[in-house]
């Protein structure tokens, strides 16, 4: 399965910022999650078995992810979601999403984007480490 292109943070914002719901807007947040070489049982639960991530296989279920970006929506002072998933099989480095959330006040928008990326990568996602053995 072929890699998709990223978007532009650039033109997302622009459009963000042109549409009418923007004059409710004080700040947007955007998450770039990339693929890393450090294990996520590594990074999150302490768990080191001297593997390095060389990739990852990288799936979502479109219609959950339309579910969560609709939830985003309901929360208080949200007026603006964008969510680009990559697919396929991705390398280190390369992007796994983008989210851009857009709302009224700091703790609105920065609780919008941590609810929505954790949804995203706990409810919608499948993901699949490659690795391979590290040198210790």
């Not at 603006?80 to 006040?105: A, F, H, P, Q, S």
């Not at 928008?109 to 590290?134: D, M, N």
Request: aromatic share 6%.
């Amino acid at each position: 399965m072929r890699q998709k292109k990223p978007p532009s943070i650039e033109a997302w914002l622009k459009e963000a910022k042109a549409d009418a719901t923007a004059l409710k807007a004080g700040m947007f947040l955007v998450h770039n999650g990339i693929v890393r070489q450090t294990p996520k049982a590594k990074v999150r639960q302490g768990l080191d078995d001297g593997s390095l991530v060389a990739g990852m296989d990288f799936s979502f279920n479109a219609a959950k992810v339309e579910a969560a970006v609709a939830k985003t929506y309901q929360m208080k002072g949200i007026c603006c979601v964008k969510v680009w998933l990559n697919e396929g099989r991705l390398k280190t480095g390369d992007d796994i999403m983008y989210v851009l959330v857009g709302g009224d006040i700091r703790p609105h928008v920065t609780t919008a984007l941590q609810f929505l990326v954790e949804e995203i990568k706990s409810r919608c996602v499948t993901e699949t480490e490659l690795k391979v053995p590290g040198k210790r």
